[in-house]
């Protein structure tokens, strides 16, 4: 683009930024109107009445649609077919037992939330059109028809004021009481009030501006307000009227409804739009507004401060503030608001998809682009410094300046890093730093002669800059894509010369990519990401906030504070307010999307700004909107939390044999007793809170099945299948969209009944039938397991006294032929007269008989004493064989020979085996071993003797020769201990070879529990 004339740009942006003479369009606020019709769930476009029920449900009456009910997600008709006497419904009124009265085209009737009852009483408003009906204070209603005048019903009977029997009109528009309980009627002819049966007339000649009286309210300050057909609308002190027309600024002078709001606001419902009166103002809503229809037949406000407005065609409209102002796409600006700024004290400056820049001073747009006066590119950043020049960032044509020397622009030509800009900020010596998107940053000085840029050669981690910040100390910190947070000091002595500190996910950032870079009072940074939440830096380290500590989106646009110390973060999920704590947490976060009022949703990057009163406004992709704390009002209203319907397996209750008592207005049976096998339910439950009902949260709890309180849910339903036989409490609470909870549960009780085998009589029969059946079986079983008992025992003590007879002979038992060949050797010393070895021979024999003899009688003895026996027994029969072998007994180091016991004569069989098979044959050099070890309490006892072998011994044994028992018994002497200890043993015998094959000896090998 080339350089303008400085004096013709600057007269132009004169005219256009500080005077703004030239007329444009003027452009109307979209306020946060949620419009509900026909494609919404309404059986009707045109809306006459509209109640809200103790429940907290919506009613309203339509022109041919019946009667509606609304909870705030759901729609529930109700029309003739259902027993509703007309579907020309033009008033609706809930008396003080809940009860609705629903005035219609046909006649009055009433519905206890089970059944409609039709009004038949011949002196009341039967077939008569009842377009208003109020309860005043004692409880009396008031019915006014269209041709037969006013109908009062003291509770017991109707009488009627009329034409035919006063001076009354017979058509009857509305009916109001006052604080002093006043009867006051809007009529075709005029206004009337009644006060202790007397009747005062108003009409065109004592001050009305019109006789034909729509509507009848008293503000706070006690004026009585009139709403006419034509005439405006006027107000009355009890003196005189005071007349209020188009020309003061109503929007249209017929009007068919008053509300007083008593918030100090007066709502006229006209026949174009609606019409707000204020401390002397009025403020016109209409279809350019947001609202659904300009013609206004009826207004009311709910529990939870919402207005809604009845249309005549376009069904209704919800206003729950006016916390957001919307402002959309027109012929001066662009859909989507790339910045925002503000004129010091002055008009709104909006940089958009239109291109250029536009102006807004509250009612009027202009549009500065083209035509040779300024840029058509999209302007992308808006940033006044503290000495009030302007700077103004475009996507392609680089930066603008503004102030009181003039108009100029900067681009690449100029020495700028880029023509696409970002963002500005002005440090504190007065130097102007400018981001670009593909080329990092510009440093403008004040002189306008010297630009330095700084880049990725220079140490930045990224060339697309997103946001600037200077903190306390002087340093700019820029926030970056992909390239983390960077710090940038210029050198004091050579400003050319720039140090970057680069922080990333390293140092504790969540997330790379930094689109907003804000600081608070105290000098903290705030960062908001792309993915990571939002990040605060202290100097030290970095802090983070996420999803899981209560944001919507991880995914930040833009960060803002408001003057109260709100952070607010902006998201493609809407805006998040946050109050911070100490230590960086969270204390609160209240959302604003969609439901909560703010329509357009997805934010632009840094498209923010708080303006000179406070208000707060965003840049969306859908338009500007303007956030006003004033109107943010906490609404302290909590949910009405109802199980509104149940099902079991897939039938309505009321549908099945078991709905036979349903309450009024739920379909849910007041007592419900189920079978063991009608155990499916399913529970509809609502927490009804019309100001946000999308926002509504739930915790459920099946007493007697779970023990606490569910997660927060948003489904409207919960299904407990295969519930086990008992006693049930169905719980659930509800909160807003504050996070206010009601304390008291709704809560249905229910049982499911046992099965008849399940009952106690049954399964103490059962039980005591099979006890007595076990009884029986066990009892034959025990006598004969007694008996086979008694017959085992008994063998068992046979055999236990044949091996113990057995064990005694064998302890008794002796090799005749050693008792005779010691004997012999004995003989044979005392013939030779050696004494000495006859007494030495006669004295060991006669140890060993003693040992034998003592041992005899013990079932075990130390292994020590064993030992000892067959020492003796060896050294006898060494003697006896005149030396011929040898013999030796070997112990494990692991062996403790006197606390290890075995039962007697337990080896000497097998050692007396190996001296007379194996030894005795031999002519000399015999050798016995015997080797002891212990593993595992198993005793191992080797006798190893080198004699002529088992093969041998039996060849030269004599066919009639002895045969002992010994080996016999000992094995059944160790089958009764392996019985005894549970654990293994036995004996192994082994024919030992030389290398030739030929026999070497026998081994005996016992393994021996002890």
């Not at 840029?375 to 680089?398: C, E, H, Q």
């Amino acid at each position: 683009m080339k350089k303008h004339n400085r004096n013709t740009v600057c007269f132009i942006i004169i005219i256009v930024f500080l005077f703004s003479l030239v007329t444009f369009n003027t452009f109307a606020q979209q306020y946060n109107f949620r419009n509900i019709s026909v494609k919404d769930g309404l059986t009707q476009s045109e809306i006459y009445a509209v109640c809200e029920d103790q429940r907290g449900n919506i009613w309203f009456g339509t022109l041919g649609g019946g009667l509606v009910m609304y909870d705030g997600i759901e729609f529930y008709p109700y029309t003739e077919e259902d027993g509703l006497l007309n579907n020309f419904v033009r008033s609706i009124n809930e008396d003080k037992d809940g009860i609705l009265w629903v005035g219609t085209e046909a006649g009055l009737c009433t519905y206890n939330g089970i059944e409609f009852k039709v009004i038949e009483d011949a002196d009341g408003p039967k077939n008569k059109v009842v377009k208003t009906i109020i309860q005043d204070h004692s409880g009396n209603f008031w019915f006014g028809t269209e041709t037969g005048g006013l109908y009062f019903f003291d509770g017991k009977q109707f009488s009627n004021y009329s034409s035919e029997n006063s001076s009354f009109d017979n058509n009857i528009y509305s009916i109001f009481e006052d604080r002093n309980f006043n009867i006051w009627v809007g009529t075709s002819k005029g206004a009337y009030k009644i006060k202790d049966n007397d009747i005062t007339f108003y009409t065109e000649e004592s001050g009305l501006s019109s006789d034909i009286i729509r509507s009848i309210c008293e503000d706070d300050e006690g004026l009585i307000w009139f709403a006419t057909q034509g005439g405006g609308i006027c107000s009355y002190n009890g003196k005189e009227f005071n007349k209020f027309k188009t020309e003061d600024g109503i929007s249209h002078n017929i009007v068919y409804y008053i509300f007083n709001d008593h918030a100090g606001s007066l709502w006229f419902a006209t026949a174009k739009g609606i019409t707000r009166y204020n401390k002397g103002k009025f403020k016109v809503y209409d279809e350019s507004n947001g609202l659904a229809g300009n013609v206004v037949l009826y207004i009311f406000k709910d529990s939870s401060e919402n207005l809604w407005f009845g249309t005549s065609g376009g069904g209704v409209s919800i206003l729950d503030s006016e916390r957001f102002v919307h402002y959309t796409e027109n012929e001066f600006t662009g859909r989507r608001i790339f910045c925002i700024s503000q004129v010091p004290g002055g008009n709104m400056i909006f940089g958009t998809s239109k291109g250029g820049i536009t102006t807004f001073d509250g009612k009027r747009y202009t549009l500065l682009r083209g035509n040779e006066t300024f840029t058509s590119s999209k302007v992308r950043a808006l940033y006044y410094t503290p000495d009030s020049t302007l700077w103004i960032g475009t996507l392609n044509d680089g930066a603008f300046r503004f102030n009181k020397n003039g108009f100029k622009q900067f681009s690449k030509d100029d020495g700028l890093c880029s023509n696409n800009i970002t963002g500005f900020i002005a440090d504190s010596k007065g130097r102007v730093w400018i981001a670009s998107s593909d080329f990092g940053i510009s440093v403008l000085f004040d002189d306008d002669e010297k630009i330095i840029n700084i880049n990725r050669d220079s140490g930045l981690k990224s060339n697309t800059i997103y946001s600037l910040i200077e903190d306390i100390n002087g340093d700019i910190w820029a926030g970056t894509e992909n390239g983390g947070l960077s710090a940038l000091t210029l050198d004091k002595d050579d400003p050319e010369r720039v140090k970057i500190k680069n922080y990333a996910i390293n140092y504790g950032l969540s997330n790379n990519t930094i689109r907003s870079v804000i600081k608070d009072d105290s000098g903290n940074l705030y960062l908001g990401t792309a993915g990571g939440g939002i990040n605060i830096f202290d100097g030290n380290r970095f802090y983070q906030i996420s999803k899981k500590d209560g944001l919507t989106s991880d995914n930040i646009y833009l960060l803002i504070f408001d003057d109260d110390g709100n952070l607010w973060a902006g998201s493609e999920k809407g805006l998040d307010k946050i109050n911070l704590i100490d230590s960086f947490k969270i204390k609160e976060c209240k959302h604003y999307g969609y439901n909560e009022g703010f329509t357009g949703v997805e934010l632009y990057k840094n498209s923010c700004f708080k303006d000179s009163k406070g208000d707060l406004w965003f840049g969306t992709v859908n338009g500007a909107t303007v956030y006003n704390s004033e109107e943010d009002i906490f609404i302290e209203t909590k949910t009405k939390t109802h199980i509104t319907g149940i099902k079991l397996f897939y039938d309505d209750i009321q549908d099945t044999e078991y709905g036979d008592s349903i309450n009024a207005w739920y379909p849910v049976p007041y007592e419900l007793i189920l079978p063991y096998n009608q155990n499916s339910l399913t529970f509809e439950y609502a927490g009804i809170y019309q100001r946000n009902p999308n926002a509504v949260r739930y915790k459920l709890m099946l007493q007697g099945y779970e023990s606490s309180w569910s997660p927060e849910l948003t489904k409207r339903e919960v299904t407990y299948s295969n519930l086990p036989p008992g006693e049930y409490i169905f719980k659930v609470i509800s909160c807003n969209e504050s996070g206010v909870w009601n304390n008291q549960p709704a809560e249905f009780k229910f049982t499911i009944l046992s099965p008849v085998w399940q009952k106690l009589w049954f399964i103490f029969g059962v039980i005591l039938t099979i006890l007595l059946i076990l009884w029986y079986f066990i009892s034959i079983r025990i006598k004969r397991i007694k008996q086979k008992n008694r017959i085992e025992q008994e063998r068992l003590k046979m055999e236990k006294s044949i091996i113990e007879l057995e064990q005694k002979a064998s302890r008794l038992q002796m090799n005749p032929h050693f008792i005779f060949n010691s004997l012999n050797s004995i003989q044979g010393f005392i013939a030779v007269n050696d004494s000495f070895q006859a007494k030495k021979y006669l004295a060991k024999f006669a140890r060993l008989m003693r040992l034998i003899l003592e041992n005899s009688g013990e079932e075990y003895i130390p292994l020590s004493n064993e030992i000892f026996i067959l020492e003796n027994y060896l050294e006898l029969e060494k003697l006896s064989l005149n030396q011929k072998f040898e013999f030796e007994i070997k112990l494990a180091e692991n062996i403790d020979k006197d606390e290890i016991e075995i039962p007697p004569m337990l080896i000497q069989p097998f050692v007396e085996n190996a001296v007379l098979h194996g030894i005795r044959p031999l002519k000399e050099n015999g050798l016995i071993e015997i080797n002891f070890s212990s593993e595992d309490n198993i005793l191992t006892c080797e006798i190893i003797d080198n004699g002529i072998g088992r093969d041998q011994a039996l060849k030269n044994k004599p066919k009639k020769a002895h045969k002992s028992s010994g080996i016999t018994v000992t094995q059944k002497r160790l089958d009764q201990i392996i019985y005894e200890t549970k654990q293994s043993g036995g004996i192994e015998i082994v024919d030992l070879k030389d290398d030739r094959g030929n026999s070497s000896g026998t081994k005996v090998v016992l393994k021996i529990p002890v």
